[in-house]
């Protein structure tokens, strides 16, 4: 069975600096394509950032491009997101996600999903 497991989060102040990764097992890591995405209380869940398949292409919401970059480790079977700058309204649970194929933005466009984890960042 495919199994995505966050890990990485955790308390930090604004300003600081936090790397979230994502351990997939269950699937052909290199054939898939990785996001990950957050839900802040009361809002809905959107999206943060994405990587194909082979690390060549990436993107980034409006939100976080400048502070957040998305990696991944295909030898690993990991995708890391490190968030640097962090704001009050970085707080979310994140988690990460899987499809096969290019990278989209919609969240309805992954196939498996992870727990999450809780970035919570303090004023």
């Known amino acids: 069975q495919v199994q995505l497991v966050e890990s990485g989060g955790g308390l930090v102040q604004a300003g600081g600096s936090l790397r979230l990764s994502c351990a997939a097992s269950?699937?052909?890591?290199?054939?898939?394509?990785m996001g990950w995405f957050r839900q802040a209380p009361g809002k809905e869940r959107e999206f943060v950032a994405a990587?194909?398949?082979?690390?060549?292409?990436?993107g980034n919401a409006d939100t976080v491009k400048g502070r957040f970059t998305i990696s991944r480790d295909n030898a690993k079977s990991t995708v890391y997101l490190q968030m640097n700058s962090l704001k009050p309204e970085d707080t979310a649970v994140y988690y990460c996600?899987?499809?096969?194929?290019?990278?989209?933005?919609?969240?309805?466009?992954?196939?498996?999903w992870g727990q999450g984890t809780q970035v919570t960042v303090s004023s």
């Open positions: 990587i194909s398949w082979s690390g060549n292409s990436a």
């Open positions: 996600a899987a499809r096969r194929g290019t990278l989209r933005t919609a969240d309805a466009r992954y196939e498996y």
């Open positions: 269950g699937l052909t890591f290199n054939d898939y394509a």
